[in-house]
């Protein structure tokens, strides 16, 4: 039996079947370099093309590569499963198209010291390479944050690293899905008190954005209402 990880990376693909091939030898090369056991479940989830074939090869050739399927295209739900299948005494979430090795090493580094590390585009000594669009936007979503919950943290999307008890804690009580699961997430584990750490990241795409910045904003409105009538129902 191999020795249980220290670290669980959880990526959710869907219809990534023409990147998965060169994406994940590079994922692999760059989570070798850090000091610890390292386990990637790649959380497919509704794909309509070969992706969930192609990841199941991948996941026969390395050892440390697993997946899960979902039925239906939905982010959030897919980062959900894959959080609570985790293994790991520390959960990650990374994108595809969006990981580093370094983040993870620096949040083993601090990890005696907090529970919840997140990559901020937003903090001293970042750079953010996106398009002025998505900027604006990060920064608008932030203000809400602000405004609608009284949150400290400066970005809530993007790499995050969590402590598993914290997982466990928290996880079964977001609701959101989609794009606002990892929202939800951090601001319960904010409002629980867990110790939270955010480390500046340099941000620059790997190819176009999969999914209309625009057709997004009246469905997260939407959904940042309902996270704020959950919060205060549940306190």
Do not use: C, Q
Not at 21 to 42: F, H, N, Q, T, Y
Not at 79 to 89: D, S, V, Y
Not at 91 to 100: A, E, K, T, W
Not at 212 to 230: A, D, E, H, K
């Amino acid at each position: 039996m191999s020795p249980a990880p220290d670290v669980t990376v959880v990526i959710p693909i869907h219809n990534e079947s023409g990147y998965l091939p060169e994406a994940v030898p590079k994922l692999l090369v760059d989570l070798a370099a850090v000091p610890a056991m390292v386990e990637v479940i790649l959380a497919e989830n509704g794909s309509t093309d070969g992706t969930a074939r192609i990841a199941a090869d991948l996941a026969d050739a390395h050892e440390r590569l697993r997946v899960l399927s979902l039925p239906e295209p939905n982010y959030g739900a897919a980062m959900r499963a894959g959080f609570l299948a985790a293994t790991g005494n520390w959960v990650v979430n990374f994108d595809i198209d969006y990981f580093s090795g370094r983040f993870l090493r620096e949040g083993l580094e601090m990890s005696e010291h907090a529970d919840l590390i997140l990559a901020s585009k937003r903090i001293a000594g970042s750079e953010d390479r996106r398009g002025r669009l998505r900027r604006i936007g990060t920064a608008g979503f932030n203000v809400l944050l602000r405004l609608l919950f009284r949150s400290k943290v400066t970005d809530t999307h993007g790499m995050k690293m969590i402590r598993k008890t914290a997982v466990d804690a928290v996880v079964p009580f977001v609701v959101s899905t989609l794009d606002l699961f990892d929202t939800e997430l951090v601001l319960r584990a904010e409002r629980a008190g867990y110790r939270i750490r955010e480390v500046p990241v340099v941000v620059e795409e790997l190819r176009d954005a999969r999914s209309s910045f625009l057709g997004r904003v009246p469905r997260t409105l939407l959904g940042i209402l309902r996270i704020r009538w959950r919060l205060w129902w549940d306190r």
